[in-house]
């Protein structure tokens, strides 16, 4: 158990606001320093970056995890002391409003924290004819490339289409807007080149947090606006 001083010291509000900038501190410094090995930190799941990643490359991102740990405790020693303290007072909408706001972060930092364990990313080039395997023995065929380019030989726009080998396999068309999903794997066309071949650069994601960060997402919104409905009606 806590002792009262150190509870009301991870509790307290200001040590929230304090967390909060000292990750986006951290964040832009990381922005500036993450050269070298950090070029591959949009590659990799979060953990597997850390894992290879020197610490005098990574030091940034370690502090901002630890950070985020702090912050999502006093998230919920702040929900806990404001449930505590303002039972059976006042208005009961006012009262949860915010507690949802705070389930839908933890709910967010906890998606990144299962995709960062168990996600998977991968880049790879494929042409037409192409065929991608998925675990369980699925498969992807690449059936054709397509890019539109400018009159000085710039690409305006591109696309994909791909087909599930099966017996029921549908064509579907993927753009950088416009990924294709299979089984709960991503494919996303990040760039397309005709010559000498249609070729074509994608990148394959699997992210485990994706459900739970729409719920942290929808319950943070809807917080917002039970709260603000709430206090614009007094």
């Keep these: ?33 993450g050269g070298g090995e950090g070029s591959s930190i949009n590659d990799l799941p979060l953990l597997v970056w850390l894992k290879e990643t020197p610490i005098t490359a990574a030091w940034w991102l370690w502090l901002t995890i630890a950070l985020l740990a702090l912050l999502a405790l ?12 303002k039972y059976q007072k006042g208005n009961l909408l006012l009262l ?40 369980e023995g699925a ?22 289409e791909l087909r599930e080998v099966t017996a029921v396999g549908e064509v ?11 089984h709960g794997f991503g494919i996303y066309l990040k760039e397309v080149q005709l010559y000498p071949e249609p070729a074509a ?13 729409l719920a942290g997402a929808l319950l943070f919104t809807v917080g917002n606006v039970v709260l603000l409905a709430v206090r614009r009606g007094k």
Excluded at 151 to 158: S, V
């Design 139 to 160: 498969q992807v065929q690449v059936v054709r490339l397509q890019a539109v380019f400018s009159p000085k030989g710039f690409p305006t726009d591109y696309s994909g």
């Design 201 to 213: 650069l994608i990148e394959i994601h699997w992210e485990p947090g994706a459900p739970w960060a």
């Design 96 to 135: 949860i409003a915010p507690q949802i706001m705070h389930l839908g972060f933890l709910f967010i930092a906890l998606a990144h924290l299962f995709s960062a364990w168990g996600g998977f990313k991968q880049s790879m080039v494929v042409r037409e004819g192409s065929v991608i395997g998925f675990p």
């Design 1 to 33: 158990m806590l002792s009262g001083k150190w509870h009301d010291r991870l509790a307290s509000l200001n040590l929230g606001l304090w967390l909060m900038a000292g990750v986006m501190v951290l964040l832009a410094v990381g922005s500036f320093v």
């Design 172 to 182: 579907q068309t993927i753009s950088p807007n416009h990924p294709f999903f299979l």
């Design 74 to 85: 006093n998230t919920i020693l702040c929900s806990i002391d404001s449930l505590r303290r």
